[in-house]
């Protein structure tokens, strides 16, 4: 029940931008992924999510390649939100919400839909948005448009369909602080239910107070991995980043 | 808090929780299903005034109940036995050819404009613009002109389908031009996407002015007309091969309602979602060539209602492809139904070609689209 790259490589001109990275990610653990720009940590959440095929080596899902899961049984317990969405058709907000819930239709009922919907809006303070155009909206707000959708898009799955996982692409870019925050409590609280969640974080405070684990990553390979307090301490932040002294994320 | 935590479990969401908020969600969500629905009905029935309006109209006027019992005769549900042999003949043999022809090609022509403008994401996508319209232009053209030369072998061998079948390749040609050329790592450029298509137009017309340049007197007037989009040349034998593409690319087209939804969110978070993005893409493609080059090789180049139809349909519905694809395909049907009406009866008795009436409405209507967009600074 985990999602692991194995000696996974990816080539782009020549050069390995993700090289031999191994890693494991359980359920029921809030994990980020954490490095400087460049360092790989998109590249393996692109494999872990299927969107992107390793070179070389495998990212698994349960065991089994991703590559040999079915499409619509891959998005009915996994859900990725990316850095940034392309939408450029004036769409309602609760319009975009709805589009997670594609790979269950036909097999979830309109009156179901329509709660799980208003709720996964509820969830990310979208509600009084609902009938806005998308493409009025802000940075922020689109960012958490697309965070309901792919809320609304696991947010039945049972744990006899399958264990959930949700991928998240620096999720908190555009977000404000208050937000972050809520994000990253929400995040948390989803893994204590036990959701597998991983997400590229680059704020390591937000980091080292939210998260359960941590994997570091420095050009393209993996530099550590484990609990949030080991891996994040100040020789290991000083080294990844390189800093010119030992860093403390510690209050 | 505790609200949302139950909402979040995996036992789903219970009974007792508050239902206002879900209730305010569907109300909106059935308001817009139901204007859709409306406006899909309304161009449907457009379409068949349209279909009706193009038989009963012309030099020899027939009425609408003559029409209907006519289509019903034909199938042998009325007796017909007190209409003239002319009326009937001139409804069977010439005004229902061109009312088919122009019902499919609009319908087709609609259909492919709003399938273009969600494959590339973009509202300018239309098959005019990008090409794929001159691309089964030239190819058609060729077959008219070299048909009995150097294209012998292609004519014999397919009959009455050549034309449709050249024209299919033509467009089909144009549109895996400009997906190739506009897609950069999964992302559209639209700057290249239309600057592609003015440069596969330009070719694409270099090779129709060679080719008029090579045709004799006969084939001259037909190419004429030809090139400026008509429904003139209706006969059954040419508009049965024809019709026969444009029905299954309108078939292939609508099967794109819910994938297409999803493909505006760009094609990883559509594959994220189940949509299997390649096989869309390639339905897209083909269901759009095959829909306008049969349509042009029918009745030549028909511009702008790829381009009109889908912004007026998504003006009132929203940009979702549930009721803008079968929107599209029945106000485009109506679009050049009535287009044509205009250009048999506005210099009677000549006949205007139909691509200037069409231009006619939808230059202007381009202008004003630019024009609202540029106040907005958002389209929709």
């Given at each position: 029940?985990?999602?692991?790259?194995?000696?996974?490589?990816?080539?782009?001109?020549?050069?390995?931008?993700?090289?031999?990275?191994?890693?494991?990610?359980?359920?029921?653990?809030?994990?980020?992924?954490?490095?400087?720009?460049?360092?790989?940590?998109?590249?393996?959440?692109?494999?872990?999510?299927?969107?992107?095929r390793p070179d070389q080596g495998d990212a698994l899902m349960e065991g089994a390649s991703i590559r040999s899961w079915k499409p619509l049984e891959l998005a009915q317990r996994r859900a990725v939100v990316a850095q940034s969405s392309p939408l450029s058709f004036p769409f309602h907000v609760h319009e975009v919400v709805e589009m997670g819930r594609t790979p269950w239709s036909g097999i979830t009922g309109r009156r179901r839909n329509s709660e799980i919907v208003a709720a996964a809006m509820a969830e990310m303070e979208l509600t009084e948005l609902g009938a806005r155009n998308y493409l009025t909206l802000s940075g922020g707000e689109r960012q958490r448009v697309n965070i309901a959708r792919v809320l609304a898009q696991l947010w039945d799955t049972s744990a006899e369909q399958g264990q959930r996982w949700l991928l998240l692409d620096e999720p908190t870019a555009a977000l404000d602080l208050r937000h972050q925050i809520s994000l990253l409590a929400l995040l948390r609280r989803l893994a204590q239910q036990g959701w597998g969640v991983v997400a590229v974080l680059h704020d390591l405070h937000l980091v080292y107070e939210h998260a359960d684990d941590v994997v570091l990553f420095r050009d393209g390979q993996v530099f550590a991995s484990g609990g949030a307090r080991d891996v994040l301490s100040p020789e290991a932040v000083q080294r990844v980043y390189r800093l010119e002294a030992p860093y403390a994320l510690a209050v | 808090m505790d609200q949302l935590r139950t909402g979040l479990s995996p036992q789903a969401l219970p009974q007792e929780r508050d239902t206002s908020l879900a209730d305010a969600a569907g109300a909106m969500q059935a308001a817009r299903e139901r204007r859709g629905q409306v406006v899909v009905l309304g161009c449907f029935s457009l379409a068949v005034i349209g279909v009706v309006l193009s038989i009963m109209l012309g030099p020899l006027e027939i009425g609408a109940?003559?029409?209907?019992?006519?289509?019903?005769?034909?199938?042998?549900?009325?007796?017909?036995?007190?209409?003239?042999?002319?009326?009937?003949?001139?409804?069977?043999?010439?005004?229902?050819?061109?009312?088919?022809?122009?019902?499919?090609?609009?319908?087709?022509?609609?259909?492919?404009?709003?399938?273009?403008?969600?494959?590339?994401?973009?509202?300018?996508?239309?098959?005019?613009?990008?090409?794929?319209?001159?691309?089964?232009a030239v190819a058609a053209v060729a077959v008219i002109v070299l048909g009995s030369v150097s294209l012998a072998g292609f004519t014999a061998a397919l009959g009455t389908f050549a034309l449709p079948i050249a024209a299919f390749?033509?467009?089909?040609?144009?549109?895996?031009?400009?997906?190739?050329?506009?897609?950069?790592?999964?992302?559209?450029?639209?700057?290249?996407?239309?600057?592609?298509?003015?440069?596969?137009?330009?070719?694409?017309?270099?090779?129709?002015?060679y080719l008029t340049f090579l045709a004799d007197d006969t084939q001259l007037r037909d190419l004429t007309f030809w090139t400026l989009g008509s429904l003139g040349g209706a006969t059954w034998s040419r508009v049965l091969p024809a019709a026969l593409g444009m029905s299954i690319a309108i078939v292939m087209l609508l099967s794109l309602m819910r994938p297409l939804n999803a493909l505006l969110l760009g094609e990883d978070d559509a594959s994220a979602l189940g949509v299997d993005v390649e096989r869309a893409k390639r339905t897209a493609a083909i269901g759009t060539a095959l829909g306008v080059g049969a349509a042009t090789a029918a009745c030549g180049i028909v511009v702008f209602i790829g381009l009109v139809v889908p912004h007026l349909v998504r003006l009132i519905t929203g940009p979702d492809h549930r009721y803008v694809l079968p929107g599209s395909c029945c106000l485009g049907a109506s679009l050049v139904l009535f287009a044509d009406i205009v250009a048999r009866i506005a210099v009677t008795p000549a006949e205007l070609p139909l691509g200037v009436v069409t231009s006619a409405i939808g230059a202007p209507f381009f202008f004003w689209l630019l024009l609202r967009d540029k106040k907005r600074s958002v389209l929709g």
């Open positions: 029940m985990s999602l692991e790259l194995k000696n996974a490589s990816v080539v782009r001109a020549g050069k390995a931008i993700l090289d031999q990275a191994t890693l494991t990610c359980e359920p029921g653990r809030f994990i980020a992924f954490c490095g400087p720009n460049g360092a790989g940590k998109t590249t393996a959440l692109s494999l872990l999510s299927g969107a992107l | 109940f003559d029409v209907i019992r006519i289509g019903l005769g034909a199938i042998g549900l009325e007796t017909t036995g007190d209409l003239t042999r002319v009326q009937i003949g001139v409804v069977e043999s010439i005004r229902a050819p061109r009312a088919l022809l122009g019902m499919l090609a609009g319908a087709a022509l609609g259909g492919a404009g709003a399938a273009m403008q969600g494959f590339f994401r973009n509202p300018l996508a239309d098959p005019g613009l990008i090409g794929v319209s001159a691309g089964g390749l033509g467009s089909l040609t144009s549109v895996v031009i400009i997906y190739s050329l506009s897609i950069v790592e999964g992302r559209v450029v639209v700057a290249t996407m239309l600057l592609a298509g003015v440069a596969i137009n330009a070719l694409a017309f270099s090779g129709i002015g």
